[in-house]
């Protein structure tokens, strides 16, 4: 995840956003960069790798100014390198940015009938040309920044600085995580209180929608309207942790909001946005000789690898064997040397995908870790690291690691389509546009959170909740079932919608609500039909669907939560979302322990 550092001070900043870059190593990145106003002029450093490359170009090159920013980079658009790394520059103005402009190619190639040169392969560079076009057309600073920001679509946080004006920052936010840190004559900006700890402990923290005029002795914060917005300033314990909750009641909450910022960052690790293609990768199999793919995982992770089974049968025609770890170990698999094995797991310590993994390799098998920790055993005996870009995941129940597993396991769905045959060029394109799509509608997903937050407060009154889906929401049922019973302690299961007649139908009275998640894809009007079922025998129906969905749905429902309309290749990393809500609201109803769950533990490290 990139990571995002602005002051505005009353001493020379370089070194001051250094460090606060420093304490923003632990989200990842690839290249790193700081801006000044040195004399009225803009001046920059830059350097592919870690910071103390950029360091030793400080040390050999300072930059002076008492207002600056700052940049971690993980490579979405463009490789990882020195023409790539923020901050970039536009005439007159200077940007960082996490996240993904997604209709960036439609704004460059305006920009450059407009006359505009880029000089990298960024999405960002999008953003200062854009400022500089309002400049260019008579717009005050803060002006031709909000102008340009409601020329943006997808999800972004930003930091934008003027030539010529050393008490100015705009700050925006559009899902990624911004905060705001408040000094004595300075003020401060950065991706979380994190960053910000060695200077204030009193934070403003944005929300979405809100960008923000940062001066020396004054915050102003506004909306996309325009209009002014007051946010709570509070004491931060940034100081204290390595990972505070921000403005949240729990981790578990903070992890669900940080989906559309992490969601992103891993996918723009595994597919160009700029090309429109899947990368690739170092794999130690070529996909397109590999007869059979063996996925192994436990609880959570083992559920993406589920969905995992279908985008890979579908896309590449690449069959596939899963199993839960616990099982896969002792059933002694036979697997052919044209196999290859992926393994999946959050902290890359679970012990039973482990053992399985090790069997895998004792079988001469080429194995892959799907992780979130790269210093993981499993990271370092597997063939090759996919690395899931989550961040640190606090809450034990499984959340933005769980969809990043999942965009991990789309990209490589594409990439093996590619390989095999079964994937065309400009097919390939359409679905990583599809993928860029995902953060932004991810943003909207959450902002449902009041209605389900209230069909949550029905939930808990319940002894029992169903689950239905079919296809890829089959691995979603199980997953929101799995969700609800680890938070709440609500007996919940999940069915695939097909299985609800060959036994589950016996249990549905008036008391039992059924969560049934239902896109309006190929097979919605099945699923329907059994809703139908449902509905005949008094079941309160919870429905999860779409717009289109909602419309062609006719039954009475307890509550229908309506997502945006979505592709096909994104709708179960963003369907997830409102699974996770819901459990986690109705276990924050109940008063359980949210974070930490009776009996269960965040790594499972024993058999």
């Known amino acids: 995840m990139c990571g995002i550092v602005g002051i505005v001070g009353h001493s020379p900043v370089a070194p001051l956003i250094v460090d606060a870059l420093k304490r923003l190593e632990y989200r990842g990145y690839d290249s790193a960069g700081v801006a000044t106003i040195e004399h009225g002029a803009l001046a920059r450093r830059r350097a592919e790798g870690k910071l103390i490359n950029l360091e030793r170009r400080l040390t050999a090159d300072p930059l002076d100014g008492t207002i600056g920013i700052g940049h971690t980079r993980w490579a979405t658009h463009g490789v990882p390198n020195e023409t790539n790394a923020h901050p970039h520059f536009s005439d007159d103005v200077a940007i960082v940015h996490n996240g993904i402009i997604e209709n960036f190619a439609e704004l460059r190639s305006e920009l450059e009938k407009d006359g505009y040169v880029f000089s990298s392969q960024t999405d960002t560079e999008v953003v200062a040309h854009l400022v500089s076009r309002e400049l260019r057309r008579g717009a005050r600073p803060v002006d031709a920044a909000f102008r340009a920001l409601k020329q943006l679509r997808g999800a972004f946080a930003l930091a934008i600085m003027f030539k010529g004006d050393d008490d100015l920052i705009v700050g925006a936010r559009n899902g990624p995580p911004l905060a705001v840190g408040h000094g004595e004559g300075e003020m401060f900006l950065g991706s979380d209180a994190i960053a910000l700890a060695p200077f204030t402990d009193s934070i403003t923290y944005l929300e979405d929608g809100d960008w923000a005029v940062i001066r020396r002795n004054n915050i102003q914060i506004f909306d996309m309207s325009g209009e002014p917005v007051e946010r709570l300033r509070r004491q931060s314990i940034g100081t204290s ?353 949210v974070d930490q769950p009776r009996n269960l533990a965040k790594s499972v490290t024993v058999e």
């Not at 192994?296 to 890979?312: D, M, N």
């Not at 094995?341 to 069997?359: I, K, M, P």
């Not at 680890?486 to 299961?493: G, K, N, Q, R, T």
């Open 241 to 593: 942790f390595l990972v505070d909750k921000g403005n949240h009641r729990h981790f578990m909450h903070k992890e669900i909001h940080e989906q559309p910022e992490v969601i992103s960052h891993t996918l723009g690790h595994y597919v160009d946005f700029t090309n429109g293609t899947a990368k690739a990768l170092d794999l130690p199999w070529d996909f397109a000789k590999v007869d059979r793919l063996a996925i192994s995982a436990c609880g959570t992770a083992y559920l993406a690898g589920l969905v995992g089974k279908y985008w890979f049968e579908r896309l590449a025609r690449l069959p596939v064997d899963i199993d839960v770890a616990s099982e896969f170990r002792y059933r002694e698999m036979p697997i052919s040397k044209n196999s290859a094995a992926l393994f999946v797991s959050q902290s890359g310590e679970t012990a039973d995908t482990l053992a399985s993994l090790r069997y895998c390799r004792g079988e001469g098998v080429p194995i892959g870790a799907i992780v979130n920790v790269r210093e993981s055993t499993m990271a370092r005996e597997a063939d090759v690291i996919l690395p899931t870009l989550a961040g640190p995941e606090i809450g034990v129940a499984s959340t933005k690691a769980f969809t990043c597993q999942l965009s991990v396991m789309a990209s490589l769905a594409i990439r093996a389509g590619v390989a095999r045959g079964h994937i065309a060029k400009g097919e390939e394109q359409v679905l990583v546009r599809q993928l860029a799509e995902a953060a932004r509608l991810a943003t909207q997903v959450i902002k449902l959170e009041d209605q389900i937050e209230k069909v949550a407060r029905d939930l808990a009154h319940s002894r029992d909740v169903l689950y239905l889906g079919r296809d890829t929401n089959y691995p979603l049922a199980l997953e929101g079932a799995l969700k609800l019973k680890e938070l709440s302690y609500i007996h919940a299961e999940g069915y695939a919608a097909g299985e609800l007649k060959h036994g589950p139908i016996a249990l549905i009275d008036e008391n039992m609500p059924v969560v049934v998640i239902a896109p309006h894809d190929r097979i919605f009007e099945k699923t329907v039909s059994n809703m139908q079922e449902v509905a005949a025998r008094g079941g309160k129906i919870i429905l999860i669907t779409d717009e289109r969905g909602a419309a062609n749905s006719t039954l009475e429902t307890l509550d229908t939560i309506v997502l945006p309309d979505m592709p096909e290749i994104i709708a179960p990393i963003l369907y997830a979302l409102p699974v996770q809500m819901l459990a986690y609201h109705t276990a924050v109803f109940m008063g359980t322990d």
